[in-house]
Structure formats: C-alpha cells, structure tokens
C-alpha cells in the first residue's frame, strides 16, 4: 500500500546515516510511498548498496540539502547536534527534521532554539525497535512495524505540527506514537532500555557464563540478548543520561540486596514476599 504524502508536501526524504535504522526508514519508504529517496553515510559502500539494491534514488548532498522536506537523522546524539548545526543555513524552511537518536534531552535543548531562528520544524524522535546486528546489510522495511515510536516535540500544542509528523512515521508500520517531553523521554528510557542493557551486559561477567551449554533455556536467552551491544553508542548514551540511569542501577541494587540479604539469613518468608512482590509488580504493570 502506498501513502499519499502531498497533503503535508513530504516529496523527497533525506536519510543521513544509512545503518540499521537509518536503512530500515529508507526501505520502508521506498516499499510504501513514491516519494523520492536520497541517502548518506561516512561508511560510502553503505551508500553504494542502497543505490544498488533500488532503495535511494540519489546520494545526498550538501547541495541537496534545500530539497528536502523530510530529513531524517540517524546518528549518535552528539553527532545528530554536528550534523544539523553544520546543515542549518540550508534546510528550507517549513521542512522536518527528525533525529532517531536513543536520547533525547542534549539533542532537543541544541536543536529547538537552532530550528526556530532557521525556520524549519525539528521534532526529537525514538523509534524503539532494533536488532542484535547493525549495518545497512541487516535492515529491513518491516523493522518497525507494530513498535512504539516516541516523538518529542518543542511544543506539544502545535497540532498540525504533530499531526503531519505522526503522518510522516504511518508508512513505517508504526503500531503506536508516544508523545511526550525530552525529560520525560530520558527518565523513561533509562528504565526500559539502559537498565536491561547494563544488567544483561553484567549478568554474562559471571564465570558461570562460561559452562552454560546444555544448562540455559529460555530464561537465559532473554535476559543475556542486549548483553551483545555496540559498546562506543551505549557508552555515550549511558553517560549523556547518567543522572536517570545512576538512580536507576541504585534502585535494582537495592532490591537485590534484599533478596541476598534473606538468603543469607535463610528467611524463607520474607524470600517469599520479595518474590510476590515482584510477581504482583508485574501483573499490576503488564497484567497476567
């Protein structure tokens, strides 16, 4: 099914940055509407593949740049800030630029001021989705369908600005749009994200790991999946959030040391009420 952009004159999109997210956007594009696709990235033979394979119809270019009326952005958060300053003067105004970035706060507090004074609209966006694997070579034009993805915008007033952006995101296959403050975005994430990936990382530090063949099912495979993580993006995005995430590892730490704490003194019944706890925990968050 394709969609018809041209009620918010979305024609030509700009992908910079054509790894696993920044591919997948430009293959679901490509699959479901006509409009026409331009691409970047620092790796050229992640370009040469999308040109190949039919995704992008041109490189982008600086020059290209004031044709755009979608920019999508999928950099690290320190360079999405790089990237669109040094781009600014040539975006056309009334264009959207959107970032893919894991946070949310640094990015949107550079950017919205930046967007105002040059007359375009930036949104800071999160698509949660991903992979183990990274790389053009890995991304999919159904990577997104039925995930959440967070739009953060400069003023959560502006219908018809948020309107058009939750239009932009429909070919993407995008079960649900969550709107809501860079604050709120970062506290959140630090929770569901950066949390379980700095205790699956942990957890695979026991000498244990080493002899789990034939003894791990399915328990084991969820909680070591995002143990495998590209180690140079998390150490920015754990430190650009550390303030979230420190409360958060103090609070599992807390917990923890409660359920070691009546092993150790062998109180089955207050063992027992951690783990009714946690269940009850659960049901009430998530249901049975």
Not at 10 to 22: A, D, E, K, P, R
Not at 116 to 134: L, Q
């Amino acid at each position: 099914m394709e969609f018809d952009f041209s009620f918010a004159n979305v024609n030509t999109i700009g992908v910079v940055g054509l790894g696993l997210i920044g591919g997948s956007f430009a293959k679901a594009y490509r699959e479901n509407t006509e409009c026409r696709i331009l691409g970047t990235d620092l790796d050229p033979t992640a370009v040469t593949a999308a040109m190949e394979d039919g995704t992008l119809d041109d490189k982008l270019t600086e020059e290209a740049i004031p044709e755009c009326d979608l920019i999508l952005v999928a950099l690290y958060p320190e360079a999405i800030i790089d990237y669109v300053r040094s781009i600014a003067d040539r975006i056309r105004p009334g264009a959207y630029v959107i970032d893919t970035g894991g946070l949310k706060r640094n990015v949107c507090h550079a950017l919205f001021p930046l967007a105002e004074e040059k007359g375009f609209n930036f949104i800071g966006g999160h698509p949660m989705a991903g992979k183990r694997t990274s790389g053009y070579r890995h991304s999919s034009s159904t990577l997104f369908k039925g995930a959440s993805m967070i739009l953060v915008p400069d003023d959560v007033t502006e219908f018809d600005i948020l309107a058009t952006a939750k239009a932009i995101f429909q070919p993407c296959g995008f079960g649900r749009i969550t709107i809501c403050s860079a604050e709120k975005h970062d506290e959140m994430i630090a929770f569901t994200s950066e949390l379980a990936h700095i205790v699956s990382n942990a957890y695979m530090k026991s000498p244990t790991a080493l002899h789990h063949r034939g003894f791990s099912a399915g328990s084991y495979k969820d909680l070591t999946r995002v143990a495998w993580l590209n180690e140079t993006m998390w150490t920015e995005i754990f430190m650009d959030n550390r303030d979230n995430l420190i409360r958060e590892i103090e609070s599992i730490m807390h917990s923890l040391s409660e359920y070691r704490d009546a092993l150790k003194e062998e109180d089955r019944k207050r063992l027992w009420e951690l783990l009714h706890e946690g269940k009850m925990a659960k049901e009430a968050v998530d249901g049975k």
